[in-house]
């Protein structure tokens, strides 16, 4: 156990929905990362969140979004779903920037 | 371009036959070199951290090296739980953003 909590675990909605996907970081860490994994596929990263604010941004479409909240939980918009959206989504965390990353379990999404 | 290749995409082993597998890399700075283990539909998970060439960590049947080019992960006597995919991934100096390696789905038969 990472100590990185992600929920929900399964999520299966509909083309055109859009959904809000949770992650909770270690006790402490200050960085929150987000990753899509789709069938078979490497690990891409999306967007970076440093202490509530923006740190980087990887290969996200504009349809996605995230923030990271005071109490540093971070939550992941995907909007206007598509069939390609259907993935694993994690999230990371990590204490500062420049430090190794722990991931949750992940989010399944599968959209229809 | 900063890049990572890992080697080969696939490997299958017998249990107990020791093996190899690669991560080369082409960053313009290297601040750390990151091995992480990944069971199928679960997170990674954080394996070692190498900052310099000539570092190596151990864990179990597992052992990390570093060179100026690439990152080796050496398993002795394997077993079957040892099977997974490693994934290797940068981090250069020029930011924090890991670029990962696609992968070595590693497969150990009994």
């Known amino acids: 156990d990472s100590g990185v909590t992600q929920t929900p675990k399964h999520l299966i909605t509909a083309t055109g929905q859009r959904v809000t996907l949770r992650c909770s970081p270690r006790?402490?860490?200050?960085?929150v990362y987000w990753y899509q994994q789709s069938l078979d596929q490497g690990l891409q990263f999306l967007i970076q969140?440093?202490?509530?604010?923006?740190?980087a941004k990887g290969n996200i479409l504009e349809r996605f979004s995230a923030q990271q909240f005071p109490d540093l939980h971070s939550e992941l918009n995907l909007s206007s779903l598509e069939l390609g959206d259907s993935a694993l989504y994690f999230c990371?965390?990590?204490?500062?920037?420049?430090?190794?990353?722990?991931f949750g379990p992940g989010t399944r999404l599968t959209v229809l | 371009e900063d890049q990572v290749t890992q080697s080969p995409e696939a490997l299958r082993l017998q249990e107990g036959e020791s093996s190899s597998l690669n991560c080369s890399y082409t960053v313009s700075g290297l601040r750390g070199l990151f091995w992480y283990r990944q069971d199928p539909g679960k997170g990674p998970e954080f394996l070692f951290t190498l900052y310099s060439a000539g570092e190596e960590k151990e864990k179990e049947r597992l052992k990390a090296t570093l060179t100026k080019k690439e990152s080796f992960l050496h398993i002795t006597a394997p077993k079957p739980e040892d099977s997974a995919t490693y994934l290797c991934a940068v981090q250069a100096d020029s930011n924090y953003q890991l670029i990962w390696g696609a992968g070595t789905k590693l497969i150990i038969k009994p």
């Open positions: 006790s402490g860490d200050l960085s």
């Open positions: 990371a965390s990590s204490p500062g920037g420049g430090n190794e990353q722990f």
């Open positions: 969140y440093y202490n509530g604010e923006e740190r």
